[in-house]
């Protein structure tokens, strides 16, 4: 494991490998229909890293396989884990249940492996071209070179919130943040934008909120989505983002996608877009009185108002319901974290499915079950396998699986 303190350019030391460890819905029945284990194999893991906390998985492009990293942000500074990706059992500490066999209780929440102690986490670090963006315990927000070496503030977001950040063309850089501002009507969360290490501008529209926000590269350029949770609604906005000859920050009109029901400020959501076609919007949230699950809200050439949902519904409500997907690949896959029943109490599962055409969810397997999950990360491999990254109770773990026919 290594900091990003080693010189411009250079590889990170790593040190010792971690070694322990339209208006639609789907069937009611689909959130079950993924039998444990069936349809991803795995490969590898799970291992149980000796950091915890939300996870970056990353690669570089011109990498081999084997240069695959993990980031967690400690304290505003990227540390890298360069894990040993062995073939391992389940560690039966983990809390963790195997495809098919049944689920443990999850262990007392008392650090994770290596001795770390159990602490608040900080949001996950993001990286685009050749910079790395992580926040501090107080907000700060700071772009350092990747391999290493000092970067200044660049945006000073709200403690414990999540960024976002994607390469833009010409070698510049998009952050996406949330902030508190003073307003007429008192304190108001909201998205803004950093181009490079240029001032922040609003991302989100006047009297709009923000409780999450996410970009993704999309058409030469990139596709912003926030989330303002509220207690009578949650308004789902998207909007373009580009960059003007003289290297100005360009945004599209605002839309609002899908207006949801009833929100709360832990309520997240995910882009997910393939190689072509369109982008869809990803919010696990209530369809209604009586149904949860996640809604699929489709982007085409540009965001519009008022889009249509397709829904995959859980057994029951979930929150937080963490969920990821892929970006940049074909099929898209998509990791969430469900109840496995209806009934009060079930256990959680970490789901792995792919969404088609349409936006609808295929699910292709429960990869593990456990009493909570937190964070969840997924990213495609070379080869077309999938990593996968969780925390949970007892720490946090990665694995790989090869999705079959």
């Known amino acids: ?27 009611d029945a689909a959130a079950a229909a993924a039998a444990p284990g069936a349809g991803c194999k795995l490969r590898r893991g799970p ?35 360069a894990p040993a990706l ?46 790395v963006f992580c926040m501090d ?8 070179p990747l391999w290493g070496g000092e970067g200044p503030p660049i945006g000073a977001g709200r403690r ?53 926000v996410a970009l993704s590269p999309w058409k030469g350029g990139a596709l912003a989505m926030y989330i303002d949770a509220r207690s009578a609604l949650t308004p ?31 309520l997240n959501g995910a882009l997910a877009i393939g190689v072509d076609g369109p982008a869809f919007v990803l919010l696990p949230a209530s369809k209604d009185m009586s149904a949860f699950g996640m809604a699929a809200i489709r982007i085409d050439q540009a965001p519009r108002d008022d889009m249509p949902a397709v829904w995959s519904l859980y057994p029951n409500g979930l929150s937080p319901a963490p969920i990821a997907a892929t970006q940049g690949v ?14 009060p109490g079930s256990p959680h599962a970490l789901e792995l499915g792919q969404l088609d055409a349409e936006g609808r969810f295929q699910p292709r397997c429960l990869a593990v079950e456990g009493k909570s999950f937190k964070h969840v990360a997924i990213e495609a491999d070379r080869d077309g396998s999938l990593w996968i990254a969780y925390t949970t109770a007892s720490g946090t773990f990665i694995e790989q699986r090869a999705l079959g026919p």
């Not at 011109?62 to 890298?80: C, L, P």
């Open 1 to 27: 494991m290594a900091d990003a303190a080693v010189p411009d350019g250079a590889p990170p030391d790593a040190a010792a490998p971690d070694a322990a460890a339209p208006d639609a819905a789907a069937p």
């Open 47 to 81: 291992l149980s890293l000796s950091l915890r906390g939300p996870a970056l998985l990353w690669t570089p492009d011109e990498a081999a396989r084997a240069d695959f990293r993990v980031i967690f942000n400690r304290d505003g500074v990227a540390q890298h884990v």
């Open 86 to 131: 062995g073939p391992l059992a389940v560690p039966a500490s983990s809390g963790l249940a195997a495809p098919g066999s049944p689920p443990r209780d999850a262990a007392p929440d008392a650090g994770a492996a290596g001795g770390e102690p159990a602490r608040a986490s900080w949001p996950a670090c993001e990286v685009a071209s050749r910079f």
């Open 137 to 144: 315990h107080g907000g700060t927000i700071r772009r350092t």
């Open 160 to 212: 414990g919130t999540g960024i976002s950040a994607v390469p833009l063309p010409g070698g510049h850089t998009l952050l996406a943040f949330l902030s508190d501002r003073k307003t007429s009507e008192g304190a108001v969360t909201q998205a803004f934008a950093v181009l490079d290490d240029k001032p922040a501008v609003p991302l989100s529209e006047e009297g709009s909120g923000a409780t999450f």
């Open 236 to 266: 789902v906005h998207a909007r373009t983002v580009g960059v003007t000859p003289e290297g100005k920050l360009e945004l599209g009109p605002d839309a609002v996608l899908f207006v949801g029901d009833a929100g709360e400020s832990r």
């Open 330 to 343: 074909s099929p898209i896959h998509v990791a969430r974290v469900r109840p496995v029943a209806r009934e």
